[in-house]
């Protein structure tokens, strides 16, 4: 048993570099889970800093000098959060306000409805069935209301949170623009030297991962966007929040998609039932996915991701109960990273190959 352990071990670890590589990734990984709460705004600065450095280096192409650009970018960023903040929250909030307002009349139609399918299907729905649904459904809207009431009375608390990363995040974000290469030079003096593995993931990865990211943060916009308008040109009700909802789904490959699709079914159900305006919003709706899935996509993301279905389905899983909705954006440039790293890794058996070749050659 010893042996086996030993064999492995020399032939995955027997390069420096490989294991100078698995603890950064390992380094990497601990502080994330055990220090990212406390991390959180410099992380989250971290990131979008990283995303709006194409933007000032474009900015840097026209000569402007980097000082303007970095002032220039980081005014943007604060005038979209102030946007955000003081018109798209209070919208929002209201809508969320109207909508568990109106969950009583809603669940009462509900009702109703269910109360019809004994009759017109008495082979497959009995009335201690649809007793049981009834319950089912009022028990969870009981738990949605308690949790709505306990995230109003911590609410203070939040925006104390949103208040810190408010004023933090814009500050961080342009320090990291600024002082990029003093910063970049300051941490290479405390890394090994030995790190050239770590640097060729590194350069693989940097372009996948800005692209992907940019990318995935254009569909949000232009998915949610385009939702809004068509929802508000027909007419339905909550159309800004179920329109967000259909922004952020895309956030989640295949799951986000298919879970946002029962609200945006019920709300044009309860509004008009089953009627012709129902079947124009859900049509439009899956006009909205198809376009998204077939044209937007591959616009956007030049380079396909090279991952099988059940690959992203497990990163989103795993990064998702690891780091949250961060976890669950970011799972596909992780998948890709470790699938880069797994195909990059110098075993024994690639290094003879190697040296195989390199005898080949001369």
């Not at 840097?60 to 955000?84: G, Q």
Request: aromatic share 12%; no cysteine.
């Amino acid at each position: 048993m010893i042996n086996i352990i030993r064999d492995w071990y020399e032939r995955n670890f027997s390069d420096p570099q490989a294991v100078i590589l698995l603890i950064l990734l390992v380094s990497g990984f601990l502080i994330v889970i055990y220090m990212g709460g406390m991390l959180a705004p410099l992380l989250t600065s971290i990131v979008l800093a990283y995303m709006m450095e194409p933007v000032v280096t474009l900015l840097e192409k026209y000569r402007v000098p980097r000082l303007i650009a970095v002032i220039i970018v980081s005014l943007l960023f604060v005038v979209l959060a102030m946007l955000i903040l003081l018109w798209l929250v209070p919208v929002l909030s209201s809508q969320i306000t109207q909508l568990i307002q109106e969950l009583p009349k809603y669940f009462e139609k509900g009702r109703q409805g269910l109360l019809g399918l004994p009759e017109a299907y008495p082979q497959i729905f009995d009335e201690r069935q649809v007793n049981e649904i009834m319950s089912a459904i009022s028990g969870q809207m009981t738990g949605l209301g308690q949790k709505f009431l306990s995230f109003s009375l911590a609410s203070i608390p939040v925006m104390f949170a949103l208040v810190i990363y408010l004023f933090l995040v814009p500050l961080l974000i342009f320090f990291f623009l600024k002082d990029k290469q003093i910063i970049l030079g300051w941490i290479n003096k405390y890394l090994p030297k030995e790190r050239g593995l770590a640097a060729k993931v590194w350069v693989e990865m940097d372009q996948q991962i800005g692209n992907y990211v940019r990318g995935k943060i254009a569909e949000i916009f232009i998915v949610g966007g385009v939702t809004y308008i068509v929802f508000v040109a027909m007419g339905l009700n909550y159309s800004m929040l179920l329109a967000v909802l259909v922004g952020l789904s895309v956030i989640i490959p295949f799951i986000g998609a298919a879970a946002v699709t029962i609200p945006v079914v019920m709300i044009a159900y309860f509004q008009w039932g089953w009627s012709a305006d129902f079947t124009y919003v859900v049509l439009a709706y899956g006009i909205i996915q198809a376009l998204d899935g077939n044209v937007l996509v591959p616009l956007l993301f030049s380079e396909a991701v090279n991952l099988h279905p059940v690959a992203i389905i497990v990163a989103v899983l795993v990064f998702g109960g690891l780091w949250g909705l961060w976890g669950v954006f970011f799972a596909i440039p992780l998948a890709t990273l470790v699938k880069a790293v797994l195909n990059a890794w110098p075993t024994a058996q690639k290094q003879q190959e190697v040296q195989k070749e390199e005898v080949t050659a001369n």
